[in-house]
């Protein structure tokens, strides 16, 4: 159970970035910068933040703080990355570290204890409270994806109008576990 628990949260983390990734794709590099008004993040700036978030909570994950002194916080909602390519550098950036964190974990780890501001974790918490967050935010980057694209976006889930094809297939086949991102990783 429990390395099934790391397996399955490596998969959602993967999945989360994929639905990320695919948005990207879509949208030019000035829509990666749009705002709805002053006090609406940019695409942009919801990577800054990202960014900023996963360096700090995976850099020496079992070993120091997840909020590390030299995070500002506070700049990674300004809107200051030039280009779509420094944007991309700084999403995979994110991502490698919480990855090159995640992946050496064993089920040895997932009750130690972590800190962040100071609040202690267990390892599993803290997976837990990075995959609430980070989706919370991929769904913002996706929802801004959407509205950017309008009818030229390209469906990331089941396009509308396709739930009963979509589920006819799906009962069609014999009653088997696996992994709900399995689908949708296996192109990746």
């Not at 695919?22 to 940019?42: H, P, V």
Request: aromatic fraction near 14%.
């Amino acid at each position: 159970m429990e390395n099934d628990y790391l397996e399955s949260a490596k998969k959602q983390f993967e999945y989360y970035k994929m639905l990320g990734d695919k948005t990207f794709a879509q949208l030019g590099e000035e829509q990666l910068f749009w705002q709805f008004n002053e006090e609406s993040n940019s695409i942009a700036m919801i990577v800054k933040h990202l960014w900023g978030n996963m360096l700090s909570r995976w850099t020496d994950f079992l070993t120091s703080d997840g909020e590390k002194e030299w995070r500002n916080r506070d700049e990674e909602f300004e809107n200051d990355i030039a280009t779509k390519a420094e944007l991309l550098e700084k999403w995979n950036t994110g991502w490698q570290c919480l990855f090159d964190a995640i992946n050496p974990l064993t089920a040895a780890d997932l009750n130690k204890e972590i800190y962040i501001r100071n609040q202690g974790h267990t390892v599993t918490e803290a997976i837990n409270r990075q995959l609430a967050h980070y989706p919370y935010h991929v769904g913002q980057i996706v929802f801004l994806g959407k509205m950017l694209c309008n009818e030229n976006w390209q469906s990331l889930s089941i396009p509308k109008g396709n739930s009963k094809t979509f589920n006819a297939e799906k009962f069609a086949q014999p009653k088997h576990k696996q992994h709900f991102t399995d689908e949708f990783l296996k192109d990746e």
